[in-house]
């Protein structure tokens, strides 16, 4: 099982157990050690996972953080767990002072639902008061596995996970911004628009016009977008469903196709309907094509030309015709010398088919 299924799986067992958990420790046994499973760490390592790590804080001694994962010896990743009822928000302080007492690059705040991951960008030794990294295992979103698994022991580099982090709690902050203009547009954001599209002053009564114009041409915007993106994804599906079946398709007849054998007495009737044909109908004219459960006598080597069919591939054998309305007429025949019987019929039907063509008459 690959990591991104791990954790997808772990998500479905939080959602699935956590009414039944009732304390921090629970959460810790339940969900987080787990967790800590998840990116690859012995939990009952203390080379690699040291719980209730000592973290002093000046002459406050024997202060603890609840996990601490370890490489080469050095705390690499700090763990702070809360119950899953509780809300993150009032216990980062908590982390804050652990952080800046050990030569750990990252602290982890998580009550095993929502998790939220610290460093030091704004200040060295010193967790910023914004995680670079926050995601909930009830809302999974595929480019966050991505991001997580670079804390996976496989292929942890500290350095690029710092890299990294910069630039995603920047992105966060900016898609945080855009969420709060598109719901409630600030006015210096208005005030953006109205210089681009706006000829006269911006008065109280023109900013507050634009405001909800903004406002709503935004989220038309966005849906837009959805719906271009649902529809091309649809379109791809659409073309990828047609090829399937037209691969299915191929399969079945190229199937079909070796089932199909042209037998002695098929070849022989053939022979007969083209000298009953060369009457009236040049030799290269005439063709014949095999199926399954008859050979097709065909001008010009094309289907909609039928001038007959010979049924040779059950007990009774018959010679069918179809005439304008597409519908076929078989009669029985005992023996292959049977079909000159029928060959008023087979020139007719010939006849009607190359109607308006001129036809050649071949003479001793």
Same mark, same amino acid.
């Given at each position: ?11 479905? /067992? ?12 629970? $959460? ?15 939990? +009952? ?44 928000? #009032? ?5 804050? /002072?652990?952080?800046?007492?050990? %030569?750990?690059?990252? !602290? ?35 480019? #966050? ?7 996976? %022991?496989?292929? +942890? ?15 966060? *902050?900016?898609? !945080?911004?855009? $969420? ?13 628009? #109205? ?14 016009? +634009?405001?909800?114009? #903004? ?19 649809? *379109? ?18 190229? *199937? ?12 022989? !009737? ?18 014949? /094509? ?23 591939? !059950?007990? %009774? %054998? ?5 005439? *304008? ?40």
């Amino acid at each position: 099982m690959d990591f991104k299924d791990q954790i997808k799986q772990l998500g479905e /067992r939080v959602v699935r157990l956590k009414d039944q958990i009732q304390t921090e420790e629970a $959460t810790k046994n339940a969900f987080i050690m787990p967790f800590i499973q998840a990116l690859g760490y012995d939990v +009952f390592n203390p080379l690699e996972v040291i719980p209730e790590f000592t973290a002093d804080i000046g002459i406050k001694k024997g202060e603890k953080v609840d996990y601490a994962i370890m490489k080469d010896g050095c705390p690499i990743i700090l763990i702070e767990c809360k119950w899953w009822g509780e809300n993150l928000d #009032v216990h980062n302080s908590q982390l804050f /002072r652990y952080f800046h007492t050990t %030569k750990s690059k990252f !602290g982890l705040l998580t009550n095993g639902i929502q998790f939220r991951f610290y460093t030091d960008l704004m200040e060295t030794n010193k967790m910023d008061e914004k995680p670079f990294l926050e995601f909930d295992f009830t809302n999974m979103k595929e480019q #966050v596995i991505l991001e997580l698994k670079k804390f996976h %022991k496989s292929y +942890f580099d500290l350095n690029s996970i710092v890299s990294s982090a910069s630039e995603l709690k920047y992105s966060n *902050e900016i898609k !945080g911004i855009l $969420t709060n203009e598109i719901n409630e547009p600030t006015t210096n954001f208005v005030k953006f628009f #109205v210089s681009q599209v706006y000829a006269g002053k911006a008065t109280e009564k023109v900013m507050t016009q +634009f405001t909800e114009i #903004v406002k709503r041409s935004l989220n038309q915007f966005i849906s837009d977008i959805i719906s271009d993106r649902l529809k091309s994804a649809l *379109e791809k599906e659409i073309v990828k469903d047609i090829e399937q079946v037209k691969l299915a398709n191929d399969q079945t007849k190229e *199937e079909d196709e070796n089932k199909i054998v042209t037998t002695d007495e098929e070849m022989e !009737g053939f022979f007969i309907v083209k000298s009953i044909l060369r009457t009236k109908i040049e030799s290269n004219r005439i063709f014949h /094509r095999d199926f399954q459960n008859f050979l097709s006598i065909l001008l010009d080597d094309t289907i909609r030309q039928t001038v007959c069919r010979l049924w040779f591939n !059950g007990e %009774k %054998k018959y010679i069918g015709f179809i005439d *304008e309305n597409k519908k076929e007429s078989k009669f029985e025949i005992s023996k292959l010398d049977d079909i000159y019987d029928y060959s008023d019929q087979i020139i007719k039907a010939a006849e009607r088919l190359t109607k308006g063509v001129a036809t050649k008459t071949i003479t001793d």
